[in-house]
């Protein structure tokens, strides 16, 4: 079945550090990529997508790129802040007898320090 | 604000106790979604409805029953839990549940702990 690899954390960073969080999958077909944001105490919110190869998604400085030669969509970022302290999630979008269902990652906590 | 809102937040409730959780999304979505997130866990999807049928039941345990009278509302009903079951209950909706590039949008979530 489809599954979605992330590095363990806590990511442990000061602030305006360099931000690389990875992630690798496994599926089927052509999935789309997304990666979700958690902030303390909220549900999931969508920080960027990718829906094919090379495509490259990019939200509040935030970037990640489908990259299908190598089955990853690594999330970086050039200069962290306090605020982007918050547990992110990998996840995969697949058709599944014409329903699409996500499949996350166990999601990787960042801390940034000032 | 997502749009899609979550009641309670916090649940307290006994191993025999009966309990409801609710979801409202107020966005013209036709699919909603429970998930399951536990502790150093992957979220885990248990239910889709589309457009008001299950489409999805991931192996739930029936002591987890889920209803969606209509497009804008999802409840999930709760009897004779186990302590296991103590997680964050997330409602997700999207668009519709066809199409890999369909975006979810979550609630809050409700925080459940079984005594």
């Known amino acids: 079945g489809d599954s979605v690899t992330q590095m363990e954390g806590p990511v442990t960073l000061s602030e305006e550090a360099f931000l690389t969080i990875n992630c690798t999958y496994t599926?089927?077909?052509?999935?789309?990529l997304f990666w979700y944001v958690q902030y303390p105490g909220e549900g999931l919110q969508l920080l960027l997508k990718?829906?094919?190869?090379?495509d490259k998604g990019s939200n509040k400085g935030f970037e990640a790129t489908y990259r299908k030669e190598t089955t990853s969509f690594h999330l970086e970022k050039g200069s962290v802040q306090v605020s982007d302290s918050a547990v992110y999630f990998c996840?995969?979008?697949?058709?599944?007898?014409?329903?699409?269902?996500?499949?996350f990652g166990k999601g990787t906590m960042l801390l940034v320090s000032p | 604000e997502t749009g899609v809102t979550q009641t309670p937040r916090h649940l307290v409730m006994g191993m025999t106790n009966k309990k409801s959780l609710k979801c409202e999304q107020h966005?013209?979505?036709?699919?909603m979604y429970w998930y399951k997130q536990s502790a150093k866990k992957p979220l885990e999807l248990m239910f889709v409805?589309?457009?008001?049928?299950?489409?999805e039941n991931n192996s739930v345990p029936s002591r987890f029953s889920p209803e969606c009278p209509n497009s804008s509302h999802l409840f999930l009903h709760l009897h004779t839990l186990q302590p296991e079951d103590s997680a964050l209950y997330l409602c997700?909706?999207?668009?519709?549940?066809?199409?890999?590039?369909?975006?979810?949008?979550f609630g809050a979530g409700t925080r459940l702990s079984v005594l």
């Open positions: 997700a909706s999207s668009l519709t549940a066809g199409g890999a590039t369909n975006i979810q949008y």
């Open positions: 599926a089927t077909g052509y999935p789309s």
């Open positions: 990718a829906t094919k190869a090379d």
């Open positions: 996840a995969l979008s697949a058709l599944d007898s014409g329903y699409s269902t996500l499949t």
């Open positions: 966005l013209g979505h036709n699919a």
């Open positions: 409805y589309n457009f008001k049928e299950q489409t």
